[in-house]
Structures are given as structure tokens and as C-alpha cells.
């Protein structure tokens, strides 16, 4: 019988990769069930000896207090959508790593002592162990949705991108291959933040590089259909939604990555 490989997804970011999602009665979507055999979890922080079926709040026990921590924060992501999708586009099981800190700017993400340091250990810690126990990956991708907190702060759309460059640097002589990239959407509060110069950088990211591939622009569209919960973050539908679309995206993709 042959045996299974799986690919190895650092999921990264910030909070809407780490997921707030919850539901309302306009809104009564919840988070899929898992696939069955679609994914599994590595616990880098809090359990590493073991592998756990995907589920939701996914990486809500990754919290590491020297690192990336927000106990509690997590409530329902895009990870199971994704994953479900992704497996029944590209046939291969996914080893997702939770890696994502609301409110985090691209600049702690550089590899310096900061998140990003935290996410390549953890990242190194799952390929250790799969390694260890002969479970066979077939590639190793970062899932990346992050740039809020720069629109929030102004980040000039150049320096968002050679920062990017830098971490996609240091990601890719960790051992992964490509960047997935997820955009992020619009700000939906009263204090005037625009977060179209930042989206604009991502695409061109995406377009410019060989090595990133967008895979889902479907944030952008939440705010204008009532889909956000809040200034920043959406209904575990639009988690949904993007997920599954980022999955499909990616599913016809393997000549480019």
C-alpha cells in the first residue's frame, strides 16, 4: 500500500489568519467539520510529541509567552475551510502549524528575534518530528495573511514590500517553498484607516514574485456585503469563504509552486 504524504503549511500571520470568527442570526454559518483524513495538527508549543486532526478554534493552545501569544483570543478560523478544499483539489493531506498574532505589523515578522523567529522554530520543530517518524512530506508552504496593522500605521507601500522580501528571504532558507498569500480587506471602523495602498503591495507581491501565489482577494469584498464583525474581522461565513476559495485557488497551481 502506498503510503501517504502530506504537505507542511506554516499558517502566519495576523488576526485574521489566527481567526476571530463567530456567528449571529444574520450570520449563522459555523466552521466546517473537518474532512475526514483532509489534515492534521502540529502543536509545536504545547504538545510536540504528538499529531492532532484539524479543528476549530485551530491553534488556540499555541501560545508561547517569549513569543507568539494570545491565549484566548482565538475563535474560529479560515484553517478547516482551507484544508478541506485543499485536499479535495490537490488529493494531499495537509500538516498545518499555527503561527499567527493579531495586531502584529510586518515589521516584527523579520526574523529578528520576533514572531517570525517563534513561527521558523515551530516550523523547524514539525519537520524534526515528521522527520523522526518517517512521515513523508511532499512540500513545505507558508499560508500568509497579514497587513492590516500597517494600514493602521501608515507602512509606505515600498517598505511593506522590501520587508516582505526579507521574510520571504529567511522563510525560503528555512526549507519553504512558496508563499500562498491571502489579502487582506478593508477597514470597517470610524477612525479613517485606509487599507488600500497595503492590499495594492500585496498584489504586486504576488505578481512580481515567482514564489508567492494569491490565492484569495474574497476579504476585500466582506465589508460592502456586512460580513465583518467588527473594525477589523469578520463572520466565521467570510473565514469560510475565504478558505475555500484560498484552497480551490490553490488547488491548480503545482506547475507554479
Known amino acids: 500500500m502506498k503510503e501517504t504524504q502530506y504537505d507542511l503549511f506554516l499558517f502566519a500571520g495576523q488576526s485574521n489568519m489566527a481567526g476571530r470568527g463567530v456567528t449571529s ?123 492590516e496593522t500597517d494600514g493602521d500605521h501608515g507602512t509606505a507601500p515600498d517598505a511593506y514590500k522590501a520587508m516582505f522580501d526579507n521574510m520571504m528571504a529567511r522563510c525560503r532558507a528555512a526549507g519553504l517553498e512558496h508563499c500562498f498569500l491571502i489579502a487582506i480587506g478593508q477597514y470597517n471602523g470610524g477612525k479613517g484607516f485606509d487599507y488600500a495602498a497595503i492590499h495594492r503591495a500585496q498584489l504586486e507581491l504576488a505578481a512580481e514574485r515567482p514564489d508567492v501565489t494569491l490565492v484569495s482577494d474574497a476579504f476585500w469584498s466582506m465589508r460592502d456585503r456586512g460580513l465583518m464583525k467588527d473594525d477589523f474581522h469578520y463572520y466565521q461565513q467570510a473565514y469560510n469563504e475565504v478558505g475555500t476559495a484560498a484552497g480551490v485557488g490553490r488547488g491548480p497551481l503545482e506547475k507554479k509552486a
Open 25 to 147: 442570526p444574520r450570520w449563522p454559518e459555523t466552521a466546517p467539520a473537518l474532512t475526514s483524513g483532509a489534515g492534521l495538527e502540529y502543536r509545536a508549543v504545547s504538545d510536540p510529541g504528538n499529531l492532532y486532526p484539524i479543528a476549530e478554534p485551530f491553534g488556540a493552545a499555541e501560545n508561547d509567552p517569549d513569543g507568539i501569544f494570545e491565549p484566548g483570543m482565538k475563535t474560529g478560523s479560515l484553517v478547516t475551510a482551507f484544508v478541506n478544499a485543499y485536499y479535495a483539489g490537490a488529493g494531499v493531506p495537509v500538516i498545518g502549524v499555527s503561527a499567527s498574532k493579531g495586531g502584529s505589523a510586518i515589521a516584527r515578522w523579520q526574523g529578528r528575534g520576533d514572531l517570525l523567529t517563534d513561527a521558523l522554530g515551530r516550523f523547524e520543530r514539525a519537520r524534526r518530528y515528521l522527520a523522526g517518524r518517517e512521515i513523508p512530506i511532499r512540500h513545505r508552504y507558508l499560508l500568509w495573511c497579514q497587513g
